[in-house]
């Protein structure tokens, strides 16, 4: 018989607040469930509850007919329960390799056993067809790259649930079609899988059913066969949306000189002969897929990268940036891809994050910081940017969903009053709802003159938010596509 893997009317509170009101959940060995909804909605809580990590305020789990109030995370482990987590959780200075085998290294006679953890590596690489050098440092792999390593360290050993929490964010449609293979690989095999993801063209390709959560409530329950991506969008946001549109066209009269521009650019392999700029009132999109170089460009653009070619200007001024705190103090604001390790302070409060870059400014004004001054920032940008969180500016920025994270970290630079903003994959794990609110942010940014800058892998993005796209691939830039030429079938087409 199937492995039966159910939750039923799961409460959950945090600090007093009901997060989960009574949610019924059923994953079954052999088949996909989609799980669906805004951030916020509770689906990462609701999981986290499966893998032991929270305890549920009441409800049961039942696991093949054994009815428990909680689990903890090694009986979740146990049962075979694994978890893949959204933000990226490995060790950056060990190999693929050693990562795989992180947290269950074998041992012969009390010392690890490396010739197994490499068997074990390049046997489950293979299994996922990815062809990963497993000497290779992790800490100098793409996100998408890191993001694969993360799902194969889990699969070594026994798995009968497997829960993905919005994993191909980041990943290419090259890599997508793998990771599904590979999921439905495993689901053939038995698995049961839980597949949490904002992208509802992934739903119908790889999910038999669906369920959607909406403000800790179920709103949705079945086959995926039942559902049009319509009636899920609504269920999901509670309104209806529509498709992915063009944004209207920001009237701007063209400035002398760009605000950042880059001539005849290279960084080593990564990218060759970059010719890009951007002009205030306008938001330009770096489009490519993961490797095309496109965010080794966003880089180099705040001083992440070196650039062994070519020169970089801003303002019309030769700028060479050794860091991005150089790039911070010529006023150019930055997102990185990977929120969590490079930018986002997450064990800090909601208010330090939007307040951390502007600290030079403030203090030049020669006062010193206080938690009264961090409040009434704090205020000016949380109903502004529409942050989904308790409205403490005390809250921990790590307890806040990806999307709301995003918006706090594109709040700093507003407060900052950055005239050029270079960001990478900002909607990155980043749901429908909350990815239209920070593209309207972005417009509404470029509006009152800042210029923009998004690197991005995502073409439905492109679409919703550039006036002009620079498409990459292999280091290269292979077209310029301006205005309504921006569509997604010209970026699929120019950007294989
Ligand atoms: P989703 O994964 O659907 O985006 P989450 O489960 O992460 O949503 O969050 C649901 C709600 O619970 C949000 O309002 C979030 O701010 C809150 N929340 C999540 N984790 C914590 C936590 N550890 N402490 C306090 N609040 C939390
Ligand atoms: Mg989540």
């Not at 049962?79 to 959204?86: D, E, L, N, P, T």
């Not at 390799?97 to 489950?124: C, F, Y």
């Not at 889990?154 to 890599?175: F, G, H, K």
Request: overall charge negative; charged content about 25%; proline content about 3%.
């Amino acid at each position: 018989m199937a492995f039966e893997l159910q939750t039923r009317a799961i409460r959950k509170s945090f600090s007093g607040v009901e997060v989960l009101h009574g949610v019924d959940l059923d994953a079954v060995g052999g088949s996909v469930l989609a799980l669906l909804g805004e951030n916020g909605a509770g689906k990462s809580t609701l999981v986290k509850i499966l893998s032991g990590d929270y305890k549920p305020d009441s409800g049961e789990i039942h696991i093949d007919g054994d009815i428990r109030q909680s689990l903890d995370p090694v009986s979740a482990r146990q049962i075979g329960i694994r978890m893949i987590f959204q933000e990226i959780v490995d060790a950056p200075t060990l190999t693929v390799a050693e990562n795989i085998a992180l947290g269950h290294l074998p041992r012969r006679l009390g010392l690890v056993d490396w010739s197994t953890v490499r068997r074990k590596a390049v046997q489950v690489l293979t299994e996922l067809e990815v062809e990963l050098d497993p000497n290779a440092i992790v800490g100098e792999l793409r996100v998408g790259e890191r993001q694969i390593i993360e799902i194969a360290r889990e699969l070594t050993e026994d798995a009968r649930c497997l829960i993905l929490d919005e994993p191909t964010a980041a990943l290419s449609s090259q890599e997508v079609e793998r990771l599904f293979q590979f999921i439905r690989r495993l689901r053939d095999r038995g698995v049961a899988i839980i597949y949490i993801t904002h992208r509802l063209d992934e739903v119908p390709t790889i999910a038999d059913r669906v369920q959607v959560l909406r403000d800790g409530n179920v709103v949705i329950r079945g086959e995926v066969a039942q559902f049009a991506r319509k009636e899920l969008v609504q269920a999901m946001v509670g309104r209806a949306v529509g498709e992915v549109k063009r944004p209207e066209s920001i009237a701007r009269h063209e400035p002398a000189q760009p605000r950042i521009r880059l001539e005849a650019a290279a960084s080593g392999d990564d990218f060759l002969d970059v010719n890009l700029e951007a002009y205030a009132g306008e938001v330009v999109a770096l489009y490519g897929k993961i490797g095309s170089g496109s965010a080794s460009v966003a880089e180099a653009l705040f001083g992440m990268r070196a650039l062994t070619a070519g020169k970089l200007e801003l303002n019309g001024e030769t700028m060479s940036f050794g860091h991005p705190r150089e790039a911070i103090e010529a006023d150019v604001g930055l997102m990185p891809a990977d929120r969590q390790r490079e930018a986002a302070f997450m064990v800090r409060s909601v208010a330090e994050n939007l307040v951390a870059p502007s600290w030079p400014r403030i203090a030049r004004l020669g006062a010193l910081i206080t938690s009264g001054m961090e409040s009434t920032i704090y205020a000016r940008w949380h109903d502004l940017l529409g942050v989904r969180s308790r409205n403490d500016p005390a809250q921990l920025l790590a307890t806040l969903s990806g999307g709301n994270q995003q918006k706090v970290l594109l709040g700093r630079w507003l407060e900052r009053n950055s005239k050029v903003l270079v960001l990478i994959e900002p909607t990155r794990g980043v749901d429908v709802g909350a990815r239209q609110e920070i593209y309207k942010l972005l417009r509404g940014l470029a509006a009152e003159g800042v210029a923009i800058v998004v690197s991005t892998s995502d073409y439905e993005e492109v679409v919703q938010v550039a006036d002009r796209a620079v498409v990459m691939a292999r280091g290269a830039i292979v077209a310029n596509l301006d205005g309504n030429e921006i569509t997604t079938e010209r970026l699929i087409a120019e950007g294989h």
